[in-house]
């Protein structure tokens, strides 16, 4: 037994599934998951000293990838001060006038510590300040863990929802309206039906969590004007997408596209910790002061704007502020995707992927799909293969096929080829 095997057995007798996180144990792909003991760049090495190319960057926060010097030093001289005080400091204020400055749409922001928590808490906010009950989510999207969230559609075409989980009763997940990714017409159908009942519909521009599904501009589109229409809140879940796929997030592409488009209600996480637990939910001045302690949603967290996190987030988007960014981080990405579909275009590999920013997401179809439903007739055995054979020559891919990945700045165009070439290696193999 090699010490990830040995390592993963007493995790096992410790940790329900040895994880802390359900996909970190490689239940879909199969084989022993890799222990990490330490990452730096665009690497990180497992128990057995192996080196790996990573592509998750602990699914997405680390932008800038491991033990950016930056982010370092900010991350210990803030240490150095304190651990956490549970009364307000100043640095709070200055990440929250940086998330503002940089997405036009929020206005003000209340910090949190993990994703799940700041949707549960928009969707909480945002039933408290519409007096409504209904929301509606779309198949394939994640927005975290909270039991409303937890939901499948049930059969038909808009129909309210099934738990996906064990203990979660159905009376908790009554008002959620579950409908198709990119559906305009399903959209219309729900709005005409339960349009004034309708607190919020939440989605993922990007979708990341069915690997990656751009929400397309029409649908966009369309999902503010019956929003707007109906007294509905639009919220964006940008935990994923938020200062990944772009400097202004994903709801700066969408309003190119769209003139004035904007959310009402923004959800982040990820990369504005930069690898400590923080999160956010933002949005209008009119929308956020129904918060407490100004208004009757409550709200609050021991550790919210935790002090080192804080000072980690705001070293982050510093960083990604610097000239050109973004520019080359897109490049970088867009290299990895075409050369992998190149490759796979040379083995004869139905395959097709799509980038944003530093999201990648690769499908082994021909051409993207566009919803939940299609995404879920993908391979997932070839997948697997695919996965343990570039895993096999120190390449870590998400070890499951509905997730997207991510390319930090420390990867080089060097690790981008070397990528490319193991793929090339891997596809002849499938
Ligand atoms: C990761 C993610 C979440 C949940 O965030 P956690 O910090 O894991 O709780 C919510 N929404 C989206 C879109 C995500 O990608």
């Not at 144990?25 to 190319?53: C, H, L, N, S």
């Not at 209600?265 to 407490?292: D, N």
Request: hydrophobic share 45%; net charge negative; aromatic share 10%.
């Amino acid at each position: 037994m090699n010490k990830n095997d040995q390592l993963f057995t007493r995790a096992k007798l410790a940790i329900p599934g040895g994880v802390n996180s359900p996909v970190r144990a490689f239940k879909a792909v199969g084989g022993t998951p890799r222990f990490i003991t330490r990452g730096d760049g665009a690497y990180f090495w497992d128990a057995e000293d192996q080196r790996y190319i990573d592509y998750i960057g602990s699914w997405g926060p680390m932008i800038l990838g491991h033990r950016h010097p930056a982010v370092h030093a900010a991350v210990l001289s803030a240490a150095e001060q304190g651990l956490s005080f549970g009364a307000p400091t100043e640095r709070e204020i200055e990440l929250a006038e940086e998330i503002i400055k940089l997405v036009p749409s929020i206005e003000m922001v209340r910090l949190v510590s993990s994703g799940t928590e700041a949707g549960m808490s928009a969707i909480r906010l945002a039933r408290g300040a519409t007096g409504r009950s209904k929301i509606i989510k779309f198949e394939g999207c994640y927005h975290g863990h909270a039991d409303a969230l937890l939901v499948k559609a049930g059969s038909g075409l808009a129909t309210f929802g099934n738990p996906t989980s064990a203990g979660v009763p159905p009376e908790v997940v009554q008002h959620t309206l579950v409908l198709p990714f990119n559906d305009v017409e399903a959209l219309e159908a729900a709005f005409k039906e339960h349009g004034d009942e309708v607190a919020c519909l939440m989605m993922e521009p990007i979708a990341g969590n069915m690997n990656f599904v751009r929400a397309s501009v029409p649908f966009v589109k369309r999902c503010r004007e019956l929003c707007t229409a109906h007294g509905a809140l639009l919220a964006f879940d940008e935990v994923m997408c938020g200062f990944r796929v772009a400097l202004g997030s994903a709801q700066s592409l969408y309003a190119k596209e769209i003139p004035g488009f904007e959310p009402d209600m923004t959800v982040m996480g990820k990369v504005i910790g930069g690898g400590m637990p923080l999160a956010a939910f933002g949005g209008k001045r009119e929308v956020m002061s129904h918060l407490a302690p100004l208004g009757a949603v409550y709200q609050a967290g021991t550790l919210s704007g935790n002090p080192v996190a804080t000072a980690c987030g705001l070293a982050t988007l510093k960083e990604i502020q610097k000239d050109g960014f973004f520019t080359q981080l897109n490049q970088r990405t867009q290299q990895l995707v075409s050369g992998m579909t190149a490759a796979a275009k040379d083995a004869g590999i139905p395959f097709c992927g799509d980038s944003e920013g530093g999201m990648f997401g690769f499908f082994f179809f021909p051409e993207l799909p566009q919803n939940y439903a299609k995404v879920m007739t993908t391979d997932g055995a070839v997948f697997n293969r695919f996965f343990h054979g570039m895993l096999d020559q120190g390449v870590y891919f998400a070890p499951a096929l509905f997730e997207a990945g991510f390319v930090s700045a420390a990867h080089t165009a060097q690790d981008i080829d070397d990528t490319i070439a193991a793929a090339k290696r891997t596809f002849a193999t499938l």
